[in-house]
């Protein structure tokens, strides 16, 4: 089935260096979601991207929807410690709001104090 | 604020056991998610419930696995026979019905298997 890959899966900066996530699909996405998991939490929603080329910004953190909707990114400036877990991006599966939601791997952030 | 809750946090079992998990949605939530998350790996679908019926159940192993939510409330989901490659963390997650085209999962925080 649809896949989408996230890169890096890991990446360790330093506090107070910027972080990027990428998640890519080889095809067209209706949607994207972003999600953070704290080290022995459970996934807590961060937000919902639908447009193309559409960009969101809460606080430090900036989520893109490429232009061909197959691509986005979440960007983090100044990191901090509490950015510490793995962010997952998901999509959810055709337009029909029952569609199950599709996660990548995630990318795991170190952060260094 | 409402939260998922989930039942046990933890459990150890031997292969060939049958285990059961409990899940209590948020108050409201007509959608009830199961997801597997093997560590290091994002969580995958299990099954999906809208109310009492199965929407999607395409990732659930039949032959083992069951998963039932009767009043369209609670849901528990069973194992048996339980085998080694089990072990994982079992999240469930709730939604509300599609509104304003953002449908947010609410996940609870899980319970850890590890079959011995």
């Known amino acids: 089935g649809q896949q989408v890959m996230q890169i890096p899966q890991y990446q360790h900066v330093q506090e107070g260096e910027d972080f990027t996530t990428y998640c890519n699909s080889s095809t067209t996405l209706s949607n994207i979601q972003w999600y953070k998991q704290r080290p022995g939490g459970h996934p807590v929603f961060l937000i919902q991207l639908v447009k193309s080329g559409e960009v969101k910004k809460q606080k430090r953190l900036t989520f893109q929807f490429g232009e061909a909707k197959k691509n986005s990114s979440l960007h983090i400036t100044a990191t901090q410690t509490t950015d510490v877990g793995t962010y997952f991006c998901?999509?959810?599966?055709?337009?029909?709001?029952?569609?199950?939601?599709?996660f990548g791997q995630g990318t795991t952030l170190q952060v260094k104090p | 604020e409402a939260e998922v809750a989930q039942s046990p946090r933890y459990k150890i079992t031997e292969k060939s056991q049958a285990v059961a998990f409990w899940c209590d949605p948020i108050?409201?939530?007509?959608?009830l998610y199961w997801y597997r998350q093997i560590l290091g790996q994002g969580p995958e679908l299990l099954v999906q419930?809208?109310?009492?019926?199965?929407?999607?159940d395409s990732q659930l192993p039949k032959d083992r696995f069951s998963a039932e939510r009767l009043k369209g409330v609670d849901s528990t989901l069973k194992i048996q026979p339980a085998e080694l490659g089990d072990s994982a963390m079992y999240l469930c997650?709730?939604?509300?019905?599609?509104?304003?085209?953002?449908?947010?999962?609410?996940f609870g925080p899980g319970t850890r298997l590890t079959v011995l």
């Open positions: 998901s999509y959810r599966l055709g337009s029909s709001n029952t569609g199950k939601l599709i």
């Open positions: 997650a709730s939604s509300s019905r599609y509104r304003d085209g953002l449908i947010e999962q609410f």
């Open positions: 419930f809208q109310d009492e019926s199965v929407v999607d």
């Open positions: 108050s409201g939530h007509a959608t």
